[in-house]
C-alpha cells in the first residue's frame, strides 16, 4: 500500500503545454507539499496545504497552481510550460506539527523540450 | 529566514567505515526540529533520523546517529559500519515549531567503496 503516490512518474512534454501532477495520501495527514528538485538535486518547497488552506507559497511563478479537492489530494497545474521547468517534483505529506517528518512520494521526473 | 547548509556535496568511505556529514542551519527560534532525509538512486526520500532542539541528548537510530550542537547550530549525521547501501544523497532538513515549512540543504552525495 503506497503512503503518497504520484502520477505520472515521468512526464515529456513541448514547451506552452499545460499539464497535472496528481498526489494521494492514505496516511491521514491533514497537510500536504509540493517540492521542485532541480538537476543540482536541490529540493525546494513550491507550496504546503493544511486543511485545504494554502500556508506557504514561495517565490512560484503563477503558471504553477495547487489543487485540493480534499485533504488526501493535492494536485499541481502548470500552464504554459517552460525549458526552466524540467525537474523532477515531489509531494508530499505529514501531520501538522514540527516534530513529524514529511512522508514523500517517489516524485515525477519532468522534462520539457 | 531559516537557512540550512551542508558544506560537503560530496563523501565518500568505504564499506564498514564510519562517515560524518556536516550540516549547519541558521534560526532565531529556539525550539525546532531537525531531521536527515536519504535519497538513493530510486528518488524516494527516506527519513533516516529526527531531533528534537529541546532535547539534548543525541538521537540515534542503529548505525546513524547525530550529533547536535545547538549552540553552534550544528546537526552532523553519522553512519557506521557503512554498507554500499547507504550510497545515496543525503539532505538534512529543519522545521520550525508549529510551522509546516520544511527547509533542505543541498544534499551531500554519499559513495560507499567496496
Known amino acids: 500500500d503506497t503512503a503518497v503516490s504520484q502520477t505520472p512518474k515521468y512526464l515529456v512534454t513541448q514547451m506552452g503545454n499545460d499539464k497535472s501532477i496528481k498526489c494521494e495520501q492514505n496516511?491521514?495527514?491533514?497537510?500536504m507539499y509540493w517540492y521542485k528538485q532541480d538537476s543540482k538535486k536541490f529540493l525546494k518547497i513550491m507550496f504546503s496545504y493544511n486543511n485545504k488552506e494554502l500556508i506557504i507559497n514561495e517565490t512560484v511563478p503563477n503558471r504553477f497552481s495547487p489543487k485540493s479537492p480534499d485533504k488526501a489530494h493535492l494536485n499541481l497545474h502548470i500552464n504554459s510550460l517552460e525549458l526552466g521547468d524540467s525537474a523532477v517534483y515531489f509531494c508530499?505529506?505529514?501531520?501538522?506539527?514540527?516534530?513529524?517528518?514529511?512522508?514523500f512520494g517517489q516524485g515525477t521526473r519532468l522534462t520539457v523540450v | 529566514a531559516q537557512t540550512v547548509t551542508q558544506s560537503q556535496p560530496e563523501m565518500s568511505v568505504q564499506e564498514a567505515e564510519t562517515v560524518t556529514l556536516s550540516c549547519t542551519y541558521d534560526?532565531?527560534?529556539?525550539?525546532?526540529?531537525l531531521f536527515w532525509y536519504k535519497q538513493p538512486p530510486s528518488r524516494q526520500m527516506i527519513l533516516v533520523i529526527r531531533q528534537e532542539a529541546y532535547k539534548q541528548q543525541n538521537a540515534t537510530e542503529n548505525r546513524f546517529s547525530v550529533n547536535f550542537q545547538k549552540a553552534a547550530k550544528s546537526f552532523s549525521l553519522k553512519i557506521s559500519d557503512s554498507q554500499l547501501g547507504d550510497a545515496a544523497m543525503y539532505f538534512c532538513?529543519?522545521?520550525?515549531?508549529?510551522?509546516?515549512?520544511?527547509?533542505f540543504g543541498a544534499g551531500t552525495r554519499l559513495t560507499v567503496k567496496p
Open positions: 532538513a529543519y522545521r520550525r515549531l508549529n510551522n509546516n515549512d520544511m527547509r
Open positions: 508530499a505529506s505529514s501531520h501538522a506539527g514540527a516534530n513529524t517528518e514529511a512522508f
Open positions: 496516511l491521514g495527514h491533514d497537510t
Open positions: 534560526t532565531s527560534e529556539s525550539d525546532y526540529y
